[in-house]
């Protein structure tokens, strides 16, 4: 059963503290991005990657960190320096070639701040 | 870069009728236009695209119109029914920024049985 898996669905966090969100895809997808979700605001982009070990700042990296080293994961780490980090966070993939348009996204995980 | 927006915010409708969301571009680079549902607590899922050398789409009782030269586009959703409640994203994908999407800011939709 092929898909982008996030996980975990609910996350707390205390003041000070960084935490990692997981993202696995076992589409065979070269592209993976992470998004933001805040109500009103739509999806904003934190990072990207199209290959593995290369990944781009999107709009709003300040305070999070991600790493590539396996094509099928895309983990995003929130950082003590994100000062609002509560937040619904969206991971997406698209495929290689003449698809590569079409984004897949996970389920999500919600943040939430202790 | 490309900046989209997305009206209306809220939009409700009897079962039945039709909706339509509008949205807007900035960027003529852009050439990849995709509708997305968002149910709650789950992740978008795209319902229909459209690309720039056409100018209309359907898919059964969903369909999206394109005006390049006014730089916008929108999602025509006929008969609605009670299912169809969700917000609604569109994006925009310029040709020119590698595999960047800029979406709009969303839609919720509510079909009134």
């Known amino acids: 059963d092929g898909g982008i898996t996030q996980s975990p669905k609910y996350l707390f966090r205390k003041e000070g503290q960084n935490v990692t969100l997981s993202c696995e895809q076992n589409?065979?997808?070269?592209?993976m991005y992470w998004y933001r979700q805040d109500p009103g605001q739509g999806l904003r982009l934190i990072y990207y990657s199209q290959i593995v070990n290369d990944f781009q700042k999107g709009d709003i990296a300040e305070g999070y960190s991600v790493s590539r080293e396996k094509k099928e994961s895309f983990p995003l780490t929130v950082t003590s320096a994100q000062k609002n980090p509560t937040a619904f966070y969206l991971c997406?993939?698209?495929?290689?070639?003449?698809?590569?348009?079409?984004?897949?996204f996970g389920a999500g995980t919600r943040l939430s701040v202790l | 870069g490309e900046n989209v927006e997305q009206h209306p915010s809220t939009l409700s409708v009897q079962e039945g009728d039709s909706a339509v969301i509008k949205c807007t571009y900035s960027?003529?680079?852009?050439?990849?236009f995709p509708w997305y549902k968002q149910e709650l607590g789950k992740g978008p899922q795209l319902i229909i695209d459209?690309?720039?050398?056409?100018g209309e789409k359907k898919d059964q009782r969903i369909a999206v119109t394109l005006n390049k030269t006014a730089k916008h586009f929108s999602l025509h959703i006929t008969e609605t029914q009670p299912e169809d409640s969700a917000v609604y994203f569109c994006a925009a994908k310029p040709s020119n920024t590698g595999n960047q999407f800029y979406f709009g800011t969303g839609t919720s939709l509510t079909v009134i049985p």
């Open positions: 459209i690309r720039s050398n056409v």
């Open positions: 960027d003529s680079a852009s050439n990849y």
């Open positions: 589409l065979n997808h070269d592209a």
């Open positions: 997406a993939s698209t495929p290689p070639g003449t698809g590569k348009n079409i984004q897949y």
